[in-house]
């Protein structure tokens, strides 16, 4: 499942709430972890897509039981695609502690499971897996701010 992202930074809380409604079905609690994580990593990446590209990019998510298998599979990976037309490489930035942003994909690296990116045509496609049997992230969204409802409407700033 996709969906098209416009190059407007309140196009991230759009995403955000896709995602959340795309987890119904997938056996996927919206308050457990999993979910959590996975739609921090979604600021993120679409954040780097909108704010840092100006161009259009499109969100994918491969759900266990919706895409991927059956909704019981506790080992399934849940993976999240952004695609845009920047022929721009992700760079991680090395932010200091009074910055409000340049830690995007340093938050990508410590929560997903996976991550890395390709050249797609004349853009590129940075993805992430998040394996659902994974013990790391208990409650490594929530230590970013008690939880992501918290974070409904807001546009992170990341790489």
């Not at 999993?34 to 161009?55: D, K, M, P, R, Y």
């Amino acid at each position: 499942m996709q969906l098209e992202i416009r190059p407007d930074p309140t196009e991230v809380g759009r995403a955000r709430r896709w995602a959340r409604s795309r987890l119904a079905g997938s056996g996927i609690a919206v308050d457990e972890p999993l979910a959590e994580t996975l739609i921090l990593l979604v600021s993120e990446l679409v954040t780097n897509a909108v704010v840092h590209t100006g161009c259009p990019a499109v969100l994918r998510l491969s759900l266990p039981g919706t895409d991927r298998g059956g909704a019981d599979d506790a080992s399934a990976t849940v993976r999240l695609e952004v695609a845009d037309a920047s022929d721009r490489a992700p760079v991680p930035r090395c932010a200091d502690g009074d910055a409000t942003g340049g830690r995007g994909l340093a938050l990508v690296d410590g929560l997903a499971d996976r991550w890395g990116w390709s050249p797609e045509g004349a853009g590129k496609r940075i993805w992430c897996e998040l394996d659902r049997c994974s013990e790391t992230r208990q409650g490594a969204a929530v230590a970013y701010g008690g939880g992501l409802a918290s974070y409904e409407g807001l546009a992170f700033e990341a790489v």
